[in-house]
């Protein structure tokens, strides 16, 4: 076989594997490459989020040791927040709507911390975008229905990454509701192949106000 024949993988793939290798720089340039072409938050839909997914699936089948689940997690989290902390093209922000205010916005994530660095993109995005937006770290999991019920809060965002997600997150919806039951919850159901209807089943009802399976708000 030549290779011109063999498949070519994609960026998510590449960039997975070079953290696998532990090879962080290389992994940021896959990211980097992309990010050329595409906005953020397309390269968050169309690599990190995949490639976090595929760690995630390593990672409950037992494939994906501590040592290397590690390395991945905080190499992706170091290169979320270098991202985060450029400046931003004009095309790639999108501000309120003149007449509607910023919101106030508390990201939880659903279990671990692949659905923390889900959340933590997510936050980066809505704060560029001109919302109040906050990550309650898995550290400080406990704090949260005293927040819920003391702060001034206008959507909650529940981050889960599949697989198993969908049970985690019912859960954290679920304890959220009984905190403050007039609070509006988002669930961010991220890279997930299952069709609405199976989800919603899954879930529920009254467990979230809406669902969405993409990195932005």
Known sequence: MCSSDLPVLTPEV???QRLLAMDEDEAAEIAEGVLKEKTLVAVYDSVIIPALSLA???RHEN???PDHAAFVFQSTG???EELGDRRLPESDAQPPAPEASPLSILCVPSRDNADELAGLMLVQLARRDGHHAEL???ADIETLPARLKRDHIDVLFVS???PFAVIHARSACRRARQANPDLKIVLGLWNSALPAEKVAQRLGQATCDTKIGR???
């Open 14 to 16: 590449r960039y997975y």
């Open 56 to 58: 995630e699936q390593d």
């Open 63 to 65: 494939r994906l040791d």
């Open 78 to 80: 170091e290169l979320i």
């Open 136 to 138: 309650v770290l898995l």
């Open 160 to 162: 889960a990454l599949p």
């Open 215 to 217: 990195a932005h708000v």
